[in-house]
């Protein structure tokens, strides 16, 4: 359940192994905070740490479950922040989704991590090399987290543009894939790492504009530096999924178009094959007076009609472009 617990002064680690029980006095240290990092935690595992910390019920019922918005919530002095991590599998195509909740404190911050994607330890050990950066205190832990997450983004989305750009070679090429199966289980993947992206806009706005006192101006600066990082993520992911669409509207044009032409050959080789059909079905009848019946050249002359009209008939569908 945790991963790592640690308490920091003045930017660096304190030396020692803390326990959770030592946790919440090492926090109550002046000049100090701590670092809770958890995977997974239960619901009787977590209990512990709600009580040690007084954490918010809602707060901790949000961070039990891993199927939340990106959000922040305000508790009092305490932040509540839900990030939603994202990685792309190019062997199956598909967006793995996991979670990141964030309790920020004056004194403390907890992190609960919930599925695959983005791990905190290196995040951790970075910001252990940077004190100077460390002793901005739990404001510091939050951006290096949320960093790390936005920039785990990028990957995913030069997977995404990868598989774009094949398929985009297959609508457009000369070979007929017809890929409008994967158009659009890519597209489901795009849409699901947008629901990952554009509402975590808003609240980091929100810690820009100065709405979160716990992070101060002389942090806030990092923070727009992310924010800048994260619009560019959700624009590109609004333009491969507007892309997409297109190119799902032109692959069924296509698919349309190729009907109607087999439909076009169809029609004119059947329209070719009426006139002999029809012919031979006259003389099939067995009447006794029949046109040209006591005529020697009659058979040949029937025989090299019909061809001339169809000869005739095929160089006007050729023409025309139905064959």
Not at 163 to 175: L, N, T
Not at 220 to 234: E, G, N, P, T
Request: hydrophobic share 45%.
């Amino acid at each position: 359940m945790i991963t790592d617990c640690a308490a920091y002064r003045d930017g660096r680690r304190r030396e020692g192994k803390l326990d959770l029980a030592d946790a919440k006095e090492a926090a109550d240290d002046d000049g100090s905070f701590v670092w809770l990092g958890l995977k997974e935690p239960s619901e009787d595992e977590f209990e512990a740490i709600e009580r040690e910390f007084s954490l918010p019920p809602l707060a901790v019922e949000d961070a039990l479950k891993p199927h939340q918005r990106p959000k922040l919530e305000r508790y009092g002095s305490l932040v509540f922040m839900v990030l939603r991590t994202a990685r792309y599998v190019d062997s199956n195509e598909v967006i793995d989704v996991g979670q990141i909740m964030v309790f920020v404190a004056d004194r403390f911050v907890i992190t609960v991590r919930h599925g695959p994607g983005t791990a905190l330890d290196g995040v951790r050990k970075d910001l252990e090399t940077r004190p100077e950066f460390l002793r901005h205190g739990p404001a510091a832990v939050l951006h290096a987290v949320l960093d790390k997450v936005v920039d785990d983004y990028l990957p995913a989305l030069e997977g995404l543009d990868q598989d774009v750009a094949e398929i985009e070679r297959d609508v457009f090429g000369a070979i007929d894939p017809k890929p409008v199966e994967r158009i659009y289980k890519l597209k489901r993947e795009v849409l699901n790492f947008h629901r990952a992206v554009a509402p975590l806009v808003e609240p980091l706005d929100r810690v820009v504009r100065g709405s979160v006192p716990l992070v101060g101006e002389g942090v806030r600066a990092y923070y727009r530096d992310v924010q800048d990082h994260l619009l560019r993520v959700s624009e590109q992911v609004d333009d491969i999924n507007n892309l997409l669409s297109s190119m799902l509207d032109a692959s069924l044009a296509q698919v349309a178009e190729r009907q109607n032409g087999d439909m076009r050959k169809i029609s004119a080789w059947v329209a070719i094959a009426a006139v002999p059909t029809m012919i031979a079905g006259i003389y099939g009848m067995n009447f006794q007076h029949m046109p040209e019946l006591g005529w020697s050249l009659g058979y040949p002359l029937a025989l090299g009609g019909m061809a001339v009209v169809c000869v005739f008939l095929y160089l006007k569908f050729k023409g025309a472009g139905w064959l």
